[in-house]
């Protein structure tokens, strides 16, 4: 995949995403997965792209669960699906065929090694379907159809000469691969192929509701395969809708990876304390902090949006804090009392958590690296001003990149005189079953009186 090729893309896409297919037909699931992927080539965010699609459409809550499950296969193996499609194709299809073939192939041929999820005669059939059901791409149904019977013909050839390729065989950008070359020279491939597996779904257990141990029993009652890794966490065998979780609803857990439940044991907090949570939303380690202790939370966050996820999870965990629209690098909305603690928990390119968002290697460009981390030593010098004296900082990314964790935070205990704390560090996303976490970095800090 390249920059540029993604810059002058400009598909019609269907966003209003009405098919006259049926719900339940891969051909439907297939054409709302490519038409979120062309949205994610156009520059917008998987997600958001999704929500987009399930807002204008028709479709079930099952349709959508294809739908999202075949887009998020797509984006796992999109450089891949785009050589093989330039292999085959005789001039470049139009961007919606072009998603098209690249949500049917990984149908065919999943790279993480997982089983085929369905036959690949049917791919190839409900492909075409798809295509012939589209206005716009209707004529291209042939061309469909030829190229997916040519690559199941032809397929070990093409594949073989495809993952000669490093942007195919692992499936990011090269600058990304050689960033993660550059900064983990022992470690980089299983890196990468860590983040091309679907995540786990790990859940924090509420300590003042219930116990790892109960809650594993529950588990096993249900019939729940079940495993603890961590202190409150605890990772399902097999993912399921989060209203299918045991007590949810209820508050007993949430969905939070096993590594973003080290910060609020890390901050150390004890009843009665002072806490600001700079960048907060959508809430995870907010309410894990109130989970441990009783203390005075100020949850800030730019996005007022973003915000009001923070006040449901507080609703449904029965917590209390007060939320803070406003910036972390301003101290415009502060009325000057410090805090004993504060979590920094910055914005950053996500790298560390690739594999539950896969569309970021694709959004991401190299120079955004510099840019948040321009913004992100202004939030942190400016936060450094509120924290009491003897308080104590947590600086957390989901970043990968040095530039944006380490050497941020070395500058900043030079800048400001900061004692560096125990903390864990850079955490490596590598995906094995003991230590299954995304790529999230933490360092800690205290103000000497
Ligand atoms: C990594 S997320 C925080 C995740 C959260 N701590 C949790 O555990 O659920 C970063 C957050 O920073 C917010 N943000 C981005 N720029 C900001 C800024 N300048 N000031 C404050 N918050 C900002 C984003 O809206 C986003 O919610």
Same mark, same amino acid.
């Given at each position: 995949m390249r920059e540029s090729h993604h810059r002058d893309l400009k598909p019609r896409v269907q966003t209003d995403f009405k098919s006259e297919l049926k719900q339940e037909s891969?051909?439907?699931?297939?054409?709302?997965?490519?038409?979120?992927?062309?949205?994610?080539?156009?520059?917008?965010?998987?997600?958001?792209?999704?929500?987009g699609i399930f807002a204008n459409s028709n479709a079930t809550p099952q349709a959508r669960g294809a739908i999202q499950d075949i887009a998020y296969r797509a984006m796992r193996q999109l450089a891949l699906s785009e050589l093989l499609i330039s292999y085959m194709a005789e001039k470049?299809?139009?961007?919606?065929v072009a998603a098209l073939l690249s949500v049917a192939l990984p149908l065919i041929v999943p790279v993480d090694g997982s089983p085929a999820p369905y036959e690949a005669?049917?791919?190839? /059939?409900?492909? =075409?379907?798809?295509?012939?059901?589209?206005?716009?791409?209707?004529?291209?149904?042939?061309?469909?159809?030829? *190229?997916?019977?040519?690559? *199941?013909?032809?397929? /070990?050839?093409?594949?073989?000469?495809?993952?000669?390729?490093?942007?195919?065989?692992?499936?990011?950008?090269?600058?990304?691969? /050689?960033? =993660?070359?550059?900064?983990?020279?022992?470690q980089w491939q299983q890196v990468l192929e860590a983040g091309n597996k679907a995540p786990p779904l790990t859940l924090r257990v509420n300590a003042r509701r219930t116990s790892v141990q109960d809650y594993l029993a529950r588990l096993a009652e249900e019939g729940m395969e079940a495993q603890q890794i961590g202190p409150s966490a605890i990772?399902?065998?097999?993912?399921?809708?989060?209203?299918?979780?045991?007590?949810?609803?209820?508050?007993?857990?949430? =969905?939070? /990876?096993?590594?973003?439940?080290?910060?609020?044991?890390?901050?150390d907090v004890q009843p009665g304390m002072r806490v600001l949570d700079a960048c907060a939303a959508p809430g995870g380690k907010t309410c894990h902090i109130l989970e441990l202790a009783d203390v005075s939370l100020t949850a800030l966050d730019a996005d007022p949006k973003r915000l009001q996820r923070v006040q449901e999870n507080l609703d449904r965990l029965q917590l209390q804090a007060t939320l803070q629209p406003a910036e972390a690098q301003s101290d415009a909305w502060w009325d000057g009392q410090q805090f004993d603690r504060i979590l920094a928990d910055v914005p950053c390119t996500a790298s560390g958590i690739v594999r539950r968002h896969p569309d970021i290697r694709w959004l991401r460009r190299k120079s955004d690296t510099r840019q948040l981390a321009t913004l992100s030593a202004e939030i942190l010098d400016n936060l450094w001003k509120m924290l009491a004296p003897n308080g104590k900082l947590l600086f957390v990314t989901c970043s990968l990149w040095p530039q944006e964790s380490e050497a941020q935070a070395a500058a900043f205990a030079v800048r400001n005189r900061a004692t560096r704390l125990d903390a864990p560090g850079q955490l490596l996303p590598l995906g094995s079953s003991e230590q299954d976490h995304d790529g999230l970095f933490y360092a800690l800090f205290r103000k000497d009186a």
């Open positions: 891969l051909a439907f699931a297939m054409l709302g997965a490519a038409s979120a992927t062309v949205q994610v080539q156009q520059g917008m965010a998987l997600p958001q792209a999704l929500a470049a299809p139009d961007p919606m005669f049917t791919v190839v /059939d409900q492909a =075409v379907t798809a295509a012939g059901s589209h206005p716009d791409i209707a004529r291209a149904k042939n061309m469909v159809n030829a *190229l997916l019977r040519r690559f *199941l013909r032809e397929k /070990d050839v093409l594949m073989e000469e495809a993952l000669e390729n490093p942007e195919a065989k692992y499936n990011y950008p090269q600058w990304w691969i /050689d960033a =993660v070359i550059t900064a983990y020279p022992k990772r399902l065998a097999k993912p399921v809708p989060v209203l299918q979780i045991p007590g949810f609803a209820e508050g007993d857990v949430s =969905v939070q /990876d096993a590594g973003a439940q080290l910060a609020a044991p890390l901050l």
